[in-house]
């Protein structure tokens, strides 16, 4: 499969718990990109991620989130200490050439 | 800073009728993207508009792109069930990487 993958797709959690977000780019790409998207809204960058380095992070919530790509492994969306409002849907992106392709997404609900 | 905005924000279609949705940026863009999600689905890209009065058809759909490149429609001609879904446009960043998302418009329709 070359596309973008994601897991888990569906992700509860009590509030307080930490949620991790898992995704593997399009085979041959080192770039990730991870947008947010609230019930009936668009979705929102979080941030920009290429192996070992963050290029832009401009849409991350300053406290609780955390984002890496490490060298080996997919890039990990990491949320600490989860609140009911960070209850969505958080998608994971590869740019092949034009437009984004996306994963299946992860549902996160926050019990 | 950018902003997307998209009308009307819910579309309710006989089945074989048409219907027009609505993009405007807040700044010019240097292309506009569509995409496409199902209900519980991902967005799926479906075109990039990069020329300025650029009209471009995909079977029933008809996506222009403005002259002052800002505005953007998509025109479905015989709506049919499979058209059910969330229709987002979206425009580059000025570092081209991050999309600007607008709120969608989401289309129902009655058979």
């Not at chain 1, 929102?44 to 406290?63: A, H």
Request: hydrophobic fraction near 30%.
């Amino acid at each position: 499969n070359a596309g973008v993958m994601q897991n888990p797709r569906h992700l509860v959690r009590r509030r307080g718990q930490e949620a991790r977000l898992r995704c593997s780019p399009m085979k041959g790409h080192s770039h990730v990109y991870w947008y947010r998207q609230l019930p009936e809204e668009g979705l929102k960058f979080m941030v920009y991620l290429q192996k070992e380095n963050i290029i832009d992070e401009s849409g991350m919530p300053k406290e609780r989130f955390s984002a890496e790509f490490p060298k080996e492994g997919p890039s990990i969306l990491r949320i600490q200490q989860v609140v009911r409002g960070d209850s969505a849907a958080y998608f994971c992106a590869s740019s092949p050439g034009h437009g984004y392709t996306f994963g299946s997404g992860t549902r996160l609900t926050v019990v | 800073g950018q902003q997307v905005m998209q009308i009307p924000q819910y579309q309710h279609v006989q089945e074989g009728e048409d219907f027009t949705t609505y993009c405007n940026s807040s700044t010019t863009l240097s292309n506009i993207q569509w995409y496409k999600q199902r209900p519980g689905g991902h967005p799926v890209f479906l075109i990039q508009l990069v020329k300025s009065g650029e009209v471009k058809k995909q079977k029933r759909l008809t996506f222009q792109f403005g002259e002052a490149k800002k505005n953007s429609s998509l025109h479905i001609t015989a709506t049919q069930t499979t058209d059910v879904g969330t229709y987002f446009c979206a425009g580059p960043s000025q570092n081209d990487y991050k999309l600007s998302f607008g709120a969608g418009t989401t289309v129902t329709v009655r058979a």
